[in-house]
């Protein structure tokens, strides 16, 4: 079931989030001179801050467990951490984990980030997309396992789908989230969306 997402009431973000947004900032550039790893653009850090903190304060999220499929640099997790969300990511690039790891030690931000795919084993099927250029990588440790939850045990879920690859990331969470649970994806120039998964019905509008 597709939501609005709520207009915060606050005018701006928590300082420390803001904080957090401009040392990631900070740091993009330089992550991206020394490789470009396959895939990674990071979303719109305070468009999605601003959507947690509506999410936040209209108390949608049955919760407060948080996971960024696909985290990058790790921002989305360490905003939802700054606005009381009990937060992880999952991302397949090894070297990107590490930039994470690094930026939530120096802000002083206790987020779990594994190295694997969010991807859950079974969950495979759901992947197969003719897509000339996709962001999603096959295989891979899986990354719920590391971290030592379920994918049903989130309340939400964050991800940024590359064009051509939203429907595997509804499938996987229509199939793995536990009912309820709200799934925020970031879709570039179109925006945010909202969704919540209803028990026995699908993610879809
Ligand atoms: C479009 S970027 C978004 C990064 C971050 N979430 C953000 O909003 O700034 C997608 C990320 O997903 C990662 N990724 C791709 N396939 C994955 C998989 N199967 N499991 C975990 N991460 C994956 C990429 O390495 C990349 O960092």
Redesign the pocket.
């Given at each position: 079931m597709d939501l609005p997402i709520p207009e915060p009431r606050e005018a701006t973000l928590p300082a420390r989030v803001l904080v957090l947004i401009e040392e990631a900032e900070r740091r993009v550039p330089a992550i991206l001179e020394k490789r470009t790893?396959?895939?990674?653009?990071?979303?719109e850090f305070e468009r999605v801050g601003r959507a947690i903190q509506g999410i936040v304060e209209a108390n949608l999220a049955a919760g407060n467990a948080c996971c960024?499929?696909?985290?990058?640099?790790g921002?989305?997790a360490l905003m939802a951490a700054c606005q009381g969300f009990h937060a992880c990511g999952?991302?397949?690039?090894s070297g990107?984990v590490d930039e994470a790891n690094a930026l939530a030690e120096d802000l002083g931000l206790d987020v779990e980030f594994a190295c694997g795919?969010?991807?859950p084993e079974g969950g495979e099927d759901l992947t197969d997309v003719p897509q000339e250029f996709g962001?999603?990588?096959a295989g891979?440790a899986c990354?719920h396992e590391i971290l030592g939850v379920d994918p049903e045990e989130f309340d939400l879920v964050f991800a940024?789908p590359?064009p051509g690859e939203e429907q595997v990331i509804e499938d996987l969470f229509e199939r793995y989230a536990g009912d309820s649970a709200l799934l925020l994806t970031?879709h570039g120039m179109e925006g945010l969306r909202l969704r919540r998964k209803i028990a026995g019905g699908a993610a879809r509008p």
């Amino acid at each position: 079931m597709d939501l609005p997402i709520p207009e915060p009431r606050e005018a701006t973000l928590p300082a420390r989030v803001l904080v957090l947004i401009e040392e990631a900032e900070r740091r993009v550039p330089a992550i991206l001179e020394k490789r470009t790893p396959p895939g990674f653009v990071c979303s719109e850090f305070e468009r999605v801050g601003r959507a947690i903190q509506g999410i936040v304060e209209a108390n949608l999220a049955a919760g407060n467990a948080c996971c960024e499929w696909g985290s990058g640099l790790g921002v989305v997790a360490l905003m939802a951490a700054c606005q009381g969300f009990h937060a992880c990511g999952i991302e397949i690039d090894s070297g990107l984990v590490d930039e994470a790891n690094a930026l939530a030690e120096d802000l002083g931000l206790d987020v779990e980030f594994a190295c694997g795919t969010f991807v859950p084993e079974g969950g495979e099927d759901l992947t197969d997309v003719p897509q000339e250029f996709g962001w999603l990588s096959a295989g891979g440790a899986c990354g719920h396992e590391i971290l030592g939850v379920d994918p049903e045990e989130f309340d939400l879920v964050f991800a940024y789908p590359w064009p051509g690859e939203e429907q595997v990331i509804e499938d996987l969470f229509e199939r793995y989230a536990g009912d309820s649970a709200l799934l925020l994806t970031f879709h570039g120039m179109e925006g945010l969306r909202l969704r919540r998964k209803i028990a026995g019905g699908a993610a879809r509008p």
